[in-house]
Nanobody
């Protein structure tokens, strides 16, 4: 399994922005499909955005037009740029890496959107 370390979470006011980062400990990062999930208290973990090893991106409807996922294979890192944040975006955000039938998860980073 690959180790994933998220960073960049914090407290932000509604309308603000944050950029999450997820660093992966693998020499074959470029072969992984990567994703961001989130989980708010009392809810199930939900998919936020994905980026394939080929660079294809997909987004959940609630974040389309506001969030952008990207990757830097030279730095073994995937990013989630979050703009126009809303209180309902408050959650723990998790990084996910998948190759073949194997997947790994990060420990999560808290994002709180509040005035």
């Amino acid at each position: 399994q690959v180790q994933l370390v998220e960073s960049g979470g914090g407290l932000v006011q509604p309308g603000g922005s944050l950029r999450l980062s997820c660093a992966a400990s693998t020499s074959i990062f470029r072969l992984y499909d990567m994703a961001w999930y989130r989980q708010a208290p009392g809810t199930q973990r939900e998919l936020v955005a994905t980026i394939s090893r080929d660079g294809n991106r997909n987004y959940a409807d609630p974040v389309k037009g506001r969030f952008a996922i990207s990757r830097d294979n030279a730095k073994n890192t995937v990013y989630l740029q979050m703009n126009s944040l809303k209180p309902e975006d408050t959650a723990v955000y998790y990084c996910n890496a998948r190759i073949a039938a194997r997947e790994s998860w990060g420990q999560g980073t808290q994002v709180t959107v509040s005035s």
